[in-house]
């Protein structure tokens, strides 16, 4: 019997936490290099700022629901809030890794300097690893027979550089580096990038500062949490039926029959918020917050930068705000993997070179994936996961890749696909479509559920699949790493999305539920009567 293959998982966040999982789950031995002293990756909140180390806000809310951000086989407890903060988020981590007892395979204060190929590369597809023991100041070579990277996309920071920059008397500094309000109180700031968090953290300051100046290159679709009936916007449109409907309607209709439903919250123009582009042409924004601060004055919208001044700020449409003390650029970040070079993982102008986003395709030997390098319009723990499903089954030797070409052949249609659809921007690289795509890694994986035949078996399960939130437990409902409590799991969404807002009885709920079993009860009474009159 072969010896099981040992390997390196580097990051120990939301993507390396499934990793390890997998691993076990494939008879594999997993080893975790964690440069932190802690899980959680980005949603560990520290208050201080580390170098190439991403970090969520104090305040950071997730943009997700629990039920379609969650772990396949592991739901968030019902009382979490369906929108998380990111204590909670860390504590479902905590909850994840001590179930699945995830923790003794981390070595936590352990970084990655260099990854590079072992000698017998071509035939063994062997890797060694450069690894710094932070806390005792010692370098170790290791080898592995494959490696996980589950570092994500928020390490490197996209930095402009603006005319007058280096002589602006005010502080400037990166999303990346912000952490909360204090000592932002009373000033005039201005925000660079209509992104989530360049709204969030604008949001934020408009409850603090003078003046919060949100500057934006081309405006945004602006999306709120909320769906139908106050329900998480994501389990309303993230189903497959809807994916049926985008998949069937011309881009430019749906586009507009989505405008036109976000514009009904509040007209976009009228904000000074509708951009260039239509809505399915860029990743949405989500934020309840900003139309209420642009309503009460608190956050102006202003046009892209030109220029800096000694003390302020002027923006193209030829207008200058003078007196600014602090300017934040929410610019995004930048592809890379500094452990190891282009002939490892290529990165160019934000491109990575990736099969299915995972796999790099020149490379001899299948024992390298990178997890979690996707922007997906929904959730990306539940993508990281399963990914990390299909890469471990490729290690162990369960799953074979296609030939060079064809993995090829994938990607230059991705990227072909993805210019057609979106304006040309380094942000949209690595976007997918969150049903679409979770289904093409489930194909590979042997786990997509099949509808057509659990309709003849299990009619009203199905339906419910279909026609509601395709959620990860869909993916361990049939075929290879079946889960028992999948089928509950779905048929019981419901009562996890309610039990944390349904927190008091009303009087005219119980009153209506016994209107509506006293006319049931009535007609039944009416319809026996009939029978017994007429026939």
């Known amino acids: 019997m072969a010896k099981p293959k040992t390997i390196a998982i580097i990051g120990a966040g939301g993507s390396g936490l499934p990793a390890i999982k997998c691993c076990l789950d494939e008879g594999l031995i997993p080893v975790c290099f964690e440069r932190t002293d802690d899980i959680g990756g980005l949603w560990k909140f520290t208050p201080e700022v580390h170098s190439n180390q991403a970090c969520v ?19 968030i407890p019902k009382e979490y809030p369906n929108y998380m903060h990111n204590s909670y988020i860390l504590k479902y981590f905590h909850l994840y890794a001590d179930h ?16 590079s190929r072992a000698d017998n590369f071509d035939t063994t597809g062997k890797w060694n690893l450069k690894i710094k023991d932070v806390e005792k100041d010692t370098v170790v070579m290791e080898t592995y027979d494959g490696v996980l990277v589950c570092t994500g996309h928020h ?15 005010g502080q400037v500094l990166h999303s990346h580096d912000y952490k909360d309000h204090r000592g932002c109180e009373d000033k005039r700031v201005v925000v660079v990038g209509l992104s989530n968090s360049g709204g969030d953290v604008a949001v934020e300051l408009g409850r603090v500062a003078s003046q919060v100046f949100l500057s934006t290159r081309r405006g945004a679709w602006v999306a709120h949490r909320r769906g139908d009936d106050g329900f998480p916007l994501d389990i309303v449109v993230t189903t497959r039926f809807m994916e049926a409907v985008k998949s069937t309607l011309p881009s430019a209709l749906l586009s507009t029959v989505v405008e036109h439903q976000l514009n009904r919250r509040f007209n976009h123009a009228n904000y000074s918020l509708k ?14 917050e900003l139309p209420n601060h642009i309503l009460s004055g608190s956050i102006i919208i202003k046009s892209n930068i030109k220029r800096f001044t000694e003390n302020g700020v002027e923006f193209e449409d030829g207008t200058i705000e003078d007196n600014i003390d602090l300017v934040i650029l929410a610019t995004g970040y930048v592809l890379g993997f500094s452990f190891c070079d282009s002939s490892v993982i290529k990165v160019e102008r934000n491109q990575v070179d990736l099969y299915k986003y995972v796999f790099p395709p020149n490379s001899a030997q299948p024992s390298l994936a990178v997890i979690g390098c996707v922007q997906p319009w929904g959730a990306l723990m539940p993508v990281s996961e399963l990914q990390a499903r299909w890469a471990t089954k490729v290690f162990k030797g369960d799953l074979v890749l296609p030939s060079k070409d064809d993995m090829w052949h994938d990607i230059n249609k991705k990227r072909s696909d993805m210019a057609h659809r979106y304006f040309s921007t ?28 659990l309709l003849l078996t299990d009619p009203k399960l199905a339906l419910k699949m279909y026609f509601g939130p395709c959620n990860p437990y869909q993916y361990r409902l049939m075929g290879t790493g079946q889960w028992d409590g999948a089928k509950e799991a779905i048929n019981t969404v419901m009562e996890r999305v ?17 209107f509506w079993k006293l006319s049931i009860f009535s007609l039944v009474i009416i319809a026996v009567l009939l029978k017994w009159i007429f026939f």
Request: hydrophobic fraction near 30%; aromatic fraction near 10%; include cysteine.
């Open 155 to 169: 390490v490197e920071q996209n930095t402009p550089h603006f005319e007058g920059i280096d002589n602006f008397g």
């Open 275 to 288: 951009p260039k582009h239509r809505f399915t042409s860029q990743h949405p924004m989500v934020n309840d």
């Open 57 to 75: 806000m104090r305040s950071t809310i997730i943009n997700t629901s629990k039920e379609m951000m969650c772990f396949s086989d592991f739901p």
């Open 426 to 453: 380094q942000r949209h690289t690595i976007q997918v479509d969150w049903v679409t795509y979770m289904d093409e890694l489930a194909d590979i994986v042997g786990c997509r559920p099949n509808l057509g035949k």
């Open 498 to 514: 309610l039990y944390p807002t349904k927190t008091r009885k009303i009087e005219e709920e119980m009153r209506t539920n016994g």
């Open 100 to 115: 699945f007892d995830l923790k003794k395979y981390i070595k936590f204060k352990h970084e990655i300097l260099n990854l």
